[in-house]
């Protein structure tokens, strides 16, 4: 049988087909197109019109080359969601977590609920795009009061391919409104905050068939096909692509975000993860995603796009390897390389302020963005072994990043780990995964992480 996994990542969507047989997957991209965020009215919003225009096109792509996939599923970044009115229309647009509003509504939210007091609730850390205080920016402005439904954005393109409305386990996770340790809405946040209960149904784990395509669809794209949850937040389906035979080894999954940590069966929200503002996500089969989110990628993304395309990856690689380091390292994560106006002129910035030598060269600017990652990822390893009291050996580099042979022979050098790196395509692999289990045809995610390493090349750096 085939399946196909739509992907979408913050710059970009792709369909992939996968066909199943003899124990390997195998794997062919049918489409591809462009997504990001966009400026309206001062406001990042995410078009999902658009966006969803593209996923029925690439499902149409299924019938011009004969294959009709037993099951389609959509996985998408976290935190951002749409809201419903009465008769499941979109009220206003569809923000973007990059958009700035959130600044005075975390302030809001932290005095009625503390941060401390919330992280021993829901285990999530502390970012000002958190769906908790996106909410509230909501309520502020009154958005939230003609709210009678609130879907993530792959639950609400699932509505659209499917017709049903249902809220999946894993993309919730990434509000900050779930508990952690029952796996559910926590109603006393919920309550606290003055959010209305209705907006949040129930949750459904990965691998809940939500049944077919609505008839609209299966006229636009010629045929009819179940529409199936996988893991819907990307990062969700990219820890379940780990390739590893006993257990789940230290990971990155690298992308526009670098998550960076390991699989537990029940989360850490002591004071010491709280003081690391780690992150306890829920993961397939009720397992807990404990990492930490890293500005990965996305630095270098946005040098390529200030740059006006003139350096491909390869290039701006390449310019990092042969200049000569200024030595400075940078916190990629401090929130001025959220979304700033110019990734070089914040980076620059940042190395002014703290008394760093300022990068000039094109080179020199990378040369800091792949030290500080290497730095950051070699800091969060040692705290993690830490907090959890496992020690790791292997780290193992999954999704589009995993490509950047350079970032990994610095991530072995600043770690000390042995490195694996692959598959390139983690996130629509693991999003597969579960199409396929729920099919029937692989057991469990022990079963499906055997078959990805049998099935792809994981290089070892």
């Given amino acids: 049988m085939y399946y196909l996994a739509v ?8 369909h992939i087909l996968c066909s199943y047989e003899n124990g390997k997957l195998s794997l062919k991209e049918i489409y591809r197109f462009s997504n990001g ?7 990042l919003v995410w078009d999902v019109e658009s966006l969803f225009s593209s996923i029925v096109a690439g499902i149409k792509e299924c019938k011009n080359l004969g ?3 037993y099951s389609v599923g959509i996985d998408t ?35 009625i609920i503390p941060f401390e007091e919330s992280y021993k609730i829901t285990g999530i850390q502390r970012a000002q795009y958190n769906t908790v205080y996106q909410l509230y920016a909501d309520k502020m402005s009154g958005k939230l009061a003609k709210a009678k439904t609130m879907l993530s954005i792959p639950d609400y393109l699932h509505f659209l391919l499917s017709g049903v409305k ?30 209305p209960r209705e907006i949040f149904g129930k949750l459904y784990n990965p691998g809940e068939v939500l049944g077919d395509l609505r008839k609209e669809i299966q006229e636009e794209v010629g045929f009819n096909t179940k529409v199936v949850f996988p893991a819907s937040h990307d990062t ?27 699989e537990l069966d029940a989360p850490i929200t002591n004071e010491e993860a709280f003081k690391f503002n780690a992150t306890n996500e829920g993961g397939f089969g009720g397992t807990i995603r404990f990492l930490r989110n890293i500005t990965g990628m996305w630095a270098i993304q946005s040098v390529k796009k200030e740059l006006g395309g003139k350096y ?73 072994e830490k907090i959890t009291g496992k020690k790791f050996d292997v780290l193992n580099i999954v999704g589009g990043g995993s490509k950047d042979e350079y970032l990994n022979k610095l991530t072995k ?18 999003n597969l995964l579960a199409q396929i289990i729920s099919a029937g045809e692989i057991k469990d995610l022990h079963e499906g992480r055997v078959v990805v390493k049998n099935s792809f090349d994981v290089i070892e750096i």
């Avoid at 992907?7 to 792709?14: K, T």
């Fill in 37 to 43: 965020a966009v400026k309206k009215n001062g406001t």
């Fill in 413 to 430: 050098k600043y770690t000390g780990k042995r490195v694996l790196a692959g598959p390139t395509e983690g996130t629509a692999v693991g």
């Fill in 166 to 195: 249902k809220n999946e386990y894993t993309h919730a996770t990434t509000s900050g409104l779930v508990d952690a340790k029952t796996g559910d809405w926590s109603f006393e946040m919920i309550d606290k905050l003055g959010y």
């Fill in 7 to 14: 992907d979408i990542g913050a710059s970009s969507g792709r």
């Fill in 67 to 69: 294959i009709i996939p």
């Fill in 312 to 384: 491909s990856y390869d290039d701006l690689m390449n310019l990092a390897i042969d200049c000569k380091s200024t030595g400075s390292i940078i916190d990629l994560n401090d929130n001025r390389f959220l979304a700033p106006e110019s990734m070089i002129g914040a980076i620059k910035g940042y190395c002014e302020e703290h008394g760093l030598v300022v990068p000039e060269t094109v080179g020199e600017i990378m040369d800091v963005i792949y030290r500080s990652l290497a730095t950051i990822y070699a800091e969060t390893i040692i705290a993690t």
């Fill in 236 to 262: 969700a389906s990219a820890v379940m692509a780990v390739p590893a035979i006993k257990g789940c080894p230290l990971y990155i999954s690298s992308g526009t975000w670098s998550l960076l940590g390991t």
């Fill in 77 to 111: 970044w976290g935190v951002d969601y749409a809201l419903l009115d009465e008769n499941d229309n979109l009220i206003g647009d569809v923000i973007s977590y990059r958009d700035a509003r959130t600044e005075k509504s975390i302030l809001e939210v932290e005095k």
